[in-house]
């Protein structure tokens, strides 16, 4: 086993390996920074001070370990050498491989060399200390541990491996949080006690002396634990099962699958929590709401780069007993996490999307993951598919930019019952969408008017707003052309008010439902357009502010009419047309004010479009415009014609 170090420096003496898997082996150069030597004078006060260097950082692009050597001054102080290692993302980010790491292991193999060929005797004073320039000041106020060792060594020209010096030692980060390694780096000092030299051969940052982990969680267990990992021609694997075994492996899909005894294997055996590393590649981990999904009640460390993972589908799906923070490192390379928090419902934190460049498809990705705060959507540009992603965020407090989400066609569910999500959409980016059914639906927070017009391609706007009661104003249907289905899209959002603009909607073949039960809505809407519509049942239901005379004339083509304006009560008049196609029509009227000429005109219009076995019922009309006593001669005869045809009316007249 190799160790894994965030860096490594050779000076070509001794050629070494620390590296990980994926990284050039080569060794690293040695840099002469004599031009940014310490300055003891002014900012080393004593042997444990911090040196600054003139340049600092030294350097933020290639990670290198920077090699600074020096001979004592005209006051005979004593020579300094520093390594710093630096850990800026890239070739050494430990954040984006552990974030959460306490403490490592720092090695340093030294050796002494004689400026003047001698063998010289020396002591070195090491300092290891981490330094965070993000702590404002920086400094020693960010220094969290420091550690010296004085060694006597007596060096010679060769690489001989008994002559070369090892200083070991445990860093622990005493920071408040896990120190973010990317976010700072590691100073190795010595200072001599003569003007002899030291050299380096290697500086080695370790994690326990192993590689990082691909994957941790915890469980807590009674009895069994089976992973959930699938046969895959790629796994090569190590595991440790938390109970002191320690590592075991390497595993392949020979030895699948993998069963833990807690109760009997292990030098301790017993029930409790255990934490569970797996290291190496796995490209298929998967509880997928089955198995012992139930026992896992913390994710520490999931590093899908490391696993050679690209499809986390169902990875922690019903685990609702995570009680820790959403944790989510080198995610790059997936492209399907469908169903991978589903309900994990006491999973908290976060989710930090930024890594999620190559994700197409995150269908329940985070449903019912009710603890959960807003997260930002950047990262998502090649996201396609987002089927209910985020249902149920019920701590999501804010609503996202969704300008990122330029690839999304199926936004289908996205935020549903968002309930608590805050402020008025912005649809800027959504140009590629063609679904938005519920995307919004039951997000009873959200606020004010939603512009439509980014959404170009748009074809299913389905419940799209559905209760959403917080909005408001009259909705720009004319800034969708391209939409096809607009049932229940506004249904009972009854803060709405004016008439909405329904202009151009040309391509529209449902309406069931689109502003039922919107209360706050008046005028009179304007159906022109609705030229393709087949069906309108309860399109204006219980919307009792519209009033007026309405015209469904152009409606040709609609065959069901049930409850489309049932208890609109505003309305007063009806303007039939040509009824070429409509045959149902069921409470149609109930509760509505037309008057008794306008449901002549409609009865007589039923009767001329020759139309067979029908249904209609437009009984119980407050103004009794219902009663076949209020019915022309034309429109009696309509009535007994269309019996004739097989219609059956229902109800009182």
Same mark, same amino acid.
């Given at each position: 086993?190799?160790?894994?170090?965030?860096?490594?420096?050779?000076?070509?003496?001794?050629?070494?390996?620390?590296?990980?898997?994926?990284?050039?082996?080569?060794?690293?150069?040695?840099?002469?920074?004599?031009?940014?030597?310490?300055?003891?004078?002014?900012?080393?006060?004593?042997?444990?001070?911090?040196?600054?260097?003139?340049?600092?950082?030294?350097?933020?692009?290639?990670?290198?370990?920077?090699?600074?050597?020096?001979?004592?001054?005209?006051?005979?102080?004593?020579?300094?050498?520093?390594?710093?290692?630096?850990?800026?993302?890239?070739?050494?980010?430990?954040?984006?491989?552990?974030?959460?790491?306490?403490?490592?292991?720092?090695?340093?193999?030294?050796?002494?060399?004689?400026?003047?060929?001698?063998?010289?005797?020396?002591?070195?004073?090491?300092?290891?200390?981490?330094?965070?320039?993000?702590?404002?000041?920086?400094?020693?106020?960010?220094?969290?541990?420091?550690?010296?060792?004085?060694?006597?060594?007596?060096?010679?020209?060769?690489?001989?491996?008994?002559?070369?010096?090892?200083?070991?030692?445990? /860093?622990?980060?005493?920071?408040?949080?896990?120190?973010?390694?990317?976010?700072?780096?590691?100073?190795?000092?010595?200072?001599?006690?003569?003007?002899?030299?030291?050299?380096?051969?290697?500086?080695?940052?370790?994690?326990?002396?192993?590689?990082?982990?691909?994957?941790?969680?915890?469980?807590?267990?009674?009895?069994?634990? @089976?992973?959930?990992?699938?046969?895959?021609?790629?796994?090569?694997?190590?595991?440790?099962?938390?109970?002191?075994?320690?590592?075991?492996?390497?595993?392949?899909?020979?030895?699948?699958?993998?069963?833990?005894?807690?109760?009997?294997?292990?030098?301790?055996?017993?029930?409790?929590?255990?934490?569970?590393?797996?290291?190496?590649?796995?490209?298929?981990?998967?509880?997928?709401?089955?198995?012992?999904?139930?026992?896992?009640?913390?994710?520490?460390?999931?590093?899908?780069?490391?696993?050679?993972?690209?499809?986390?589908?169902?990875?922690?799906?019903?685990?609702?007993?995570?009680?820790?923070?959403?944790?989510?490192?080198?995610?790059?390379?997936?492209?399907?996490?469908?169903?991978?928090?589903?309900?994990?419902?006491?999973?908290?934190?976060?989710?930090?999307?930024?890594? !999620?460049?190559?994700?197409?498809?995150?269908?329940?990705?985070?449903?019912?993951?009710?603890?959960?705060?807003?997260?930002?959507?950047?990262?998502?540009?090649? /996201?396609?598919?987002?089927?209910?992603?985020?249902?149920?965020?019920?701590?999501?407090?804010?609503?996202?930019?969704?300008?990122?989400? @330029?690839?999304?066609?199926?936004?289908?569910?996205?935020?549903?019952?968002?309930?608590?999500?805050?402020?008025?959409?912005?649809?800027?980016?959504?140009?590629?969408?063609?679904?938005?059914?519920?995307?919004?639906?039951?997000?009873?927070?959200?606020?004010?008017?939603?512009?439509?017009?980014?959404?170009?391609?748009?074809?299913?706007?389905?419940?799209?707003?559905?209760?959403?009661?917080?909005?408001?104003?009259?909705?720009?249907?004319?800034?969708?052309? @391209? /939409?096809?289905?607009?049932?229940?899209?506004?249904?009972? !959002?009854?803060?709405?008010?004016? @008439?909405?603009?329904?202009?151009?909607?040309?391509?529209?073949?449902? !309406?069931?439902?689109?502003?039922?039960?919107?209360?706050? /809505?008046?005028?009179?809407?304007?159906?022109?357009?609705?030229?393709?519509?087949?069906?309108?049942?309860?399109?204006?239901?219980? !919307?009792?502010?519209?009033?007026?005379?309405?015209?469904?004339?152009?409606?040709?083509?609609?065959?069901?009419?049930?409850?489309?304006?049932?208890?609109?009560?505003?309305?007063?008049?009806?303007?039939?047309?040509?009824?070429?196609?409509?045959?149902?029509?069921?409470?149609?009227?109930?509760?509505?004010?037309?008057?008794?000429?306008?449901?002549?005109?409609?009865?007589?219009?039923?009767?001329?479009?020759?139309?067979?076995?029908?249904?209609?019922?437009?009984?119980?009309?407050?103004?009794?415009?219902?009663?076949?006593?209020?019915?022309?001669?034309?429109?009696?005869?309509?009535?007994?014609?269309?019996?004739?045809?097989?219609?059956?009316?229902?109800?009182?007249?």
């Amino acid at each position: 086993m190799w160790p894994l170090c965030c860096c490594q420096l050779d000076s070509g003496l001794c050629p070494g390996a620390c590296i990980r898997p994926g990284f050039s082996a080569s060794p690293i150069s040695l840099g002469n920074w004599d031009a940014n030597r310490w300055n003891g004078e002014d900012n080393c006060g004593n042997t444990l001070a911090y040196p600054y260097l003139t340049n600092d950082p030294p350097d933020t692009s290639d990670d290198e370990l920077t090699y600074i050597r020096h001979a004592p001054d005209s006051l005979g102080r004593p020579s300094r050498y520093g390594v710093r290692v630096a850990c800026w993302g890239g070739y050494s980010s430990f954040a984006d491989q552990f974030s959460s790491i306490t403490d490592a292991t720092v090695r340093v193999r030294g050796k002494a060399v004689s400026n003047s060929g001698g063998s010289p005797d020396m002591d070195a004073l090491f300092q290891v200390w981490t330094f965070n320039p993000e702590i404002p000041g920086g400094g020693a106020t960010a220094m969290t541990n420091q550690a010296t060792q004085t060694f006597t060594q007596a060096g010679t020209a060769q690489c001989d491996s008994a002559n070369w010096a090892t200083y070991e030692t445990a /860093l622990t980060v005493t920071d408040d949080d896990p120190v973010e390694w990317d976010d700072c780096w590691l100073e190795i000092l010595t200072q001599e006690d003569d003007v002899e030299g030291l050299e380096f051969s290697s500086i080695e940052i370790c994690v326990d002396g192993l590689p990082l982990p691909s994957l941790g969680f915890d469980v807590n267990v009674t009895t069994t634990m @089976t992973l959930p990992i699938e046969a895959n021609a790629s796994n090569n694997f190590t595991v440790d099962w938390g109970d002191g075994a320690g590592i075991l492996g390497p595993f392949t899909d020979a030895d699948l699958p993998l069963t833990r005894d807690y109760t009997t294997d292990g030098p301790a055996p017993g029930a409790g929590v255990y934490t569970i590393i797996i290291r190496g590649t796995c490209p298929r981990f998967s509880f997928d709401n089955l198995g012992d999904d139930a026992l896992v009640v913390a994710v520490n460390a999931l590093d899908a780069a490391a696993l050679g993972m690209t499809d986390a589908s169902g990875m922690w799906s019903g685990c609702s007993n995570i009680v820790s923070d959403v944790v989510m490192d080198n995610m790059d390379a997936v492209t399907d996490a469908s169903k991978m928090w589903l309900n994990c419902s006491g999973m908290t934190g976060t989710p930090d999307l930024s890594k !999620c460049t190559s994700l197409v498809t995150a269908t329940e990705m985070f449903a019912d993951c009710i603890l959960l705060t807003t997260p930002s959507l950047t990262g998502l540009s090649s /996201l396609q598919n987002a089927f209910q992603m985020f249902r149920s965020n019920w701590g999501w407090l804010t609503v996202p930019s969704l300008s990122p989400l @330029t690839a999304l066609v199926d936004g289908e569910g996205m935020f549903y019952d968002c309930k608590n999500m805050v402020g008025t959409p912005s649809l800027t980016g959504l140009g590629n969408l063609t679904s938005g059914w519920s995307m919004f639906e039951k997000c009873t927070s959200i606020t004010g008017n939603v512009d439509l017009s980014p959404l170009t391609s748009i074809t299913n706007g389905q419940s799209m707003f559905a209760e959403c009661s917080g909005l408001t104003g009259a909705p720009d249907l004319s800034a969708i052309p @391209t /939409l096809v289905f607009a049932n229940s899209m506004y249904s009972l !959002c009854t803060g709405l008010t004016g @008439t909405p603009t329904l202009s151009g909607l040309t391509s529209v073949t449902g !309406c069931t439902s689109t502003f039922n039960g919107c209360t706050g /809505l008046t005028g009179t809407p304007n159906l022109s357009a609705f030229t393709a519509v087949t069906g309108a049942i309860g399109m204006w239901k219980d !919307c009792t502010g519209i009033t007026g005379t309405i015209d469904i004339s152009a409606m040709t083509a609609s065959v069901f009419f049930n409850n489309m304006f049932q208890n609109c009560s505003g309305l007063t008049g009806l303007t039939p047309g040509a009824l070429t196609a409509g045959k149902f029509w069921t409470d149609t009227f109930t509760g509505t004010n037309v008057s008794a000429a306008g449901i002549d005109s409609w009865l007589i219009a039923l009767d001329t479009a020759g139309l067979t076995n029908g249904q209609y019922d437009y009984s119980t009309m407050p103004n009794n415009a219902h009663l076949d006593s209020a019915r022309s001669g034309a429109a009696s005869t309509a009535i007994t014609n269309l019996g004739t045809s097989g219609w059956t009316r229902n109800g009182s007249y």
